[in-house]
Each structure stands twice: as structure tokens, then as C-alpha cells.
């Protein structure tokens, strides 16, 4: 289905242009842009054991008539050409599906560790670079955990922080693992740290592990949800609720308040609406108002 309004969706873009969003091969692609551009938040450290197979995915938005190619950098070899493979080793292969461009390579050697340009064919060219560690024994597992409590729940313009963590386990003895690096979302929908809206992000760094802390300032209804944090494709969730009564609650406080004050600045008014004068004091005030009737 997602093909067919793909289709549709190319047929109108002469109409189109500028505007609306369509899907390629399951992601939401925007047809603003004027050219190819390689989507966001790609998985560009990967790491596999000798002897398994490895596929290093792009993803590229826009492509229309340009080509992908997947060059080797350690020799600049080509190794494929729009889905074509260019090399004689039987181990690489080569495929698209939508916005995605795939290298493949079964049977991993260490030799094959280093890094591997994703280009397109623009002008001038676009490269998206990947890295590959090979490592000769078992390889540790990333895991993906909250810190704290998976459910947070803030005040209306107030602040809330939301913890995760990411660590390889069993720890790695001395394997060349790459950097833990940990990505937000709201919903599908990155985090921005350029909103100018207080949004702050704390990362502490040790071997195998990275700790993520993501502050939100000035809370809004709508920073209530689903937020993820997410390392080598794997990913922990959150929710944030929003005390959409605390503004409410505050107003209700301050005419309290003000009443309260009010009161105090006209005691004589409290008073004759209390009735708690004393007897000597009624008197006086009887006597008052003969007087001013006569």
C-alpha cells in the first residue's frame, strides 16, 4: 500500500510540490527540499563477530534519478553501483527497498573492519560514512535502560528530567567497541535541543557504558507522552505526564489571597458583619446613630 501512494504521490509532484509528506518503505519521507538528502538519526557505528554477516543500511530521502554507491575507504574501492555489485568478492551484496540502500557482507573477516561511504551521485557528491568493527570473539549485547522511574510526572511550567542509560553486557574484556551514543524521540519524532525552550541534554561517558539525562523546561500540556532513548537499535520508553491542574490551582490560591486581604483592610465592615462587638460597644454605636438621625 505503501508503494502504490508512493507512486501516486510521484505522479502529482509537479502539484505537489512543497507541500504534504508521503511514505517510503514504511518511514514518513516530507516532499519539501529541492534534492536528495540522507534522513536523520541513522545507525552509522556497527558492530558484528568474525564469521557473521554485517549490512550497513542508508537511508536516502529524495532520491529520484540519483544513484547510490558504496565505496570501500580504505582503497576507494567501488563495491556497488545502484544496486549493482562491483566487486568479485562473493561475500558483498547490494539492495534497495524504498529509501533504503543496503551493503551486505556474510562471512566477516577482521580485514573488513574500517570505514564505508554511502555517496550519491549528485553534484557536488554526497557521502554518508559508516563504520564497521569486526572483532574476533563473542560480542557483547547492547542494552537499553531507564534511570529512575519510567514514568515521570511535572508540573505545568515547571521542569522534568528523564534518564537512560546504555552499557554493553557482559562488559567487553578489550574489544574496539565503538561509542555508545544516546538518541531521544518523542514519539517518531527526534528531540531538538534548538527549540529555545529551556530543552538541555547531560551525557556522562565511562568504557561500555554512556548515561543520557534529558531536561524540558518550561512545561506545556502537550510535552505530555511517549519519549524514547535509543542506542545501536535498541530502545527504552518513558512516559511524561503533565499536571495540567497545577495553573489552575495557583490561581485559586492567589484570589484566596486577595480576599484574605481585602478582608484585613476593612475591619469595620468585618466587624458589624461578624456581630462580635461587646455590649459597651453596641451602646456606643446606638448612641452614634441617634445622634446622626436627630
Known amino acids: 500500500m505503501c508503494a502504490a501512494a508512493t507512486l501516486l504521490l510521484m505522479a502529482a509532484l509537479p502539484a505537489l510540490a512543497g507541500q504534504g509528506r508521503w511514505c517510503a518503505d514504511g518511514?514518513?519521507?516530507?516532499?519539501?527540499?529541492?534534492?536528495?538528502?540522507?534522513?536523520?538519526?541513522?545507525?552509522?557505528?556497527?558492530?558484528?563477530p568474525a564469521g557473521h554477516a554485517a549490512t550497513l543500511d542508508c537511508r536516502v530521502l529524495r532520491l529520484r534519478d540519483?544513484?547510490?554507491?558504496?565505496?570501500?575507504?580504505?582503497?576507494?574501492?567501488?563495491?556497488?553501483?545502484?544496486?549493482?555489485?562491483?566487486?568479485?568478492?562473493?561475500?558483498?551484496?547490494?539492495?534497495?527497498?524504498?529509501?533504503?540502500?543496503?551493503?551486505?557482507?556474510?562471512?566477516?573477516?577482521?580485514?573488513?573492519?574500517?570505514?564505508?561511504?554511502?555517496?550519491?551521485?549528485?553534484?557536488?557528491?554526497?557521502?554518508?560514512f559508516f563504520n564497521l568493527t569486526v572483532v574476533d570473539e563473542p560480542v557483547p549485547e547492547v542494552v537499553v535502560s531507564v534511570l529512575g522511574a519510567?514514568?515521570?510526572?511535572?508540573?505545568?511550567?515547571?521542569?522534568?528530567?528523564?534518564?537512560?542509560?546504555?552499557?554493553?553486557?557482559?562488559?567487553?574484556?578489550?574489544?574496539?567497541?565503538?561509542?555508545?551514543?544516546?538518541?531521544?524521540?518523542?514519539?517518531?519524532?527526534?528531540?531538538?535541543?534548538?527549540?529555545?525552550?529551556?530543552?538541555?541534554?547531560?551525557?556522562?561517558?565511562?568504557?561500555?557504558?554512556?548515561?543520557?539525562?534529558?531536561?524540558l523546561a518550561a512545561l506545556r500540556a502537550d510535552d505530555a507522552g511517549h519519549y524514547s532513548c535509543s542506542a545501536a537499535g535498541r530502545a527504552a520508553t518513558l512516559t511524561l505526564d503533565i499536571d495540567r491542574l497545577a495553573d489552575d490551582d495557583r490561581v485559586e490560591a492567589m484570589q484566596r489571597d486577595q480576599e484574605a486581604a481585602r478582608g484585613r483592610g476593612a475591619p469595620a465592615a468585618g466587624v458589624l458583619a461578624g456581630g462580635a462587638l461587646s455590649a459597651g460597644a453596641r451602646s456606643g454605636v446606638l448612641l452614634a446613630i441617634v445622634l446622626l438621625l436627630r
Open 66 to 128: 540519483k544513484s547510490v554507491s558504496w565505496v570501500r575507504s580504505r582503497d576507494l574501492q567501488i563495491l556497488s553501483h545502484a544496486g549493482t555489485v562491483f566487486t568479485a568478492d562473493a561475500r558483498v551484496s547490494a539492495a534497495a527497498a524504498g529509501a533504503r540502500h543496503s551493503l551486505r557482507i556474510e562471512r566477516l573477516r577482521t580485514t573488513d573492519a574500517g570505514r564505508y561511504e554511502c555517496q550519491v551521485n549528485t553534484e557536488p557528491k554526497m557521502s554518508l
Open 150 to 215: 519510567a514514568g515521570v510526572t511535572a508540573r505545568a511550567g515547571g521542569a522534568a528530567t528523564l534518564a537512560c542509560q546504555a552499557r554493553y553486557e557482559p562488559p567487553p574484556r578489550q574489544l574496539p567497541l565503538p561509542d555508545l551514543d544516546i538518541r531521544w524521540q518523542k514519539g517518531n519524532l527526534p528531540i531538538s535541543l534548538q527549540s529555545g525552550r529551556g530543552v538541555a541534554l547531560d551525557t556522562q561517558r565511562w568504557a561500555a557504558r554512556v548515561e543520557s539525562r534529558l531536561t
Open 27 to 48: 518511514e514518513v519521507v516530507a516532499l519539501e527540499g529541492a534534492g536528495p538528502a540522507f534522513a536523520p538519526q541513522q545507525h552509522t557505528a556497527v558492530l558484528a
